[in-house]
């Protein structure tokens, strides 16, 4: 989760991990890792988390591997994707620091 990013986004070499079809995106991304990056986007998924759904859901795909390199430096895991806040938005999320928890409400 990342609460800076806009769109919420998947590594590229997991598109068809995912089952996603993409195309090339019009606008480039940028990132706290890399200035101008490439993008694909894919629209119309299905996105569930946990209880949480969201039926057409645009996704941005990029090469995530800055970003994981990142974090493997700071010894954390490495992750297929970045949930962004047009999902925390669109689920109301609430993050809860203390219990380390995210709810998203079913609207």
């Given at each position: 989760?990342?609460?800076g990013?806009?769109h919420t986004?998947?590594?590229?070499e997991?598109e068809?991990?995912?089952?996603?079809?993409?195309?090339?995106a019009?606008?480039?991304?940028?990132?706290?890792s890399s200035v101008d990056i490439d993008?694909?986007?894919?629209?119309?998924?299905h996105?569930?988390?946990g209880?949480?759904e969201?039926?057409k859901?645009?996704?941005?795909?990029?090469?995530?591997?800055t970003?994981?390199?990142a974090l493997?430096?700071l010894?954390e895991?490495?992750?297929?994707?970045?949930l962004?806040?047009?999902?925390?938005h669109?689920?109301?999320a609430?993050?809860?620091?203390r219990?380390n928890?995210?709810?998203l409400m079913?609207?």
């Amino acid at each position: 989760m990342d609460t800076g990013a806009s769109h919420t986004c998947v590594a590229l070499e997991k598109e068809a991990h995912f089952l996603l079809n993409s195309t090339k995106a019009e606008k480039q991304a940028a990132s706290a890792s890399s200035v101008d990056i490439d993008t694909r986007q894919s629209t119309e998924n299905h996105l569930r988390i946990g209880s949480w759904e969201q039926s057409k859901q645009e996704l941005i795909l990029f090469d995530m591997t800055t970003v994981n390199e990142a974090l493997a430096q700071l010894n954390e895991d490495t992750v297929d994707g970045i949930l962004g806040a047009d999902v925390l938005h669109a689920a109301k999320a609430v993050l809860d620091y203390r219990r380390n928890g995210l709810y998203l409400m079913n609207t």
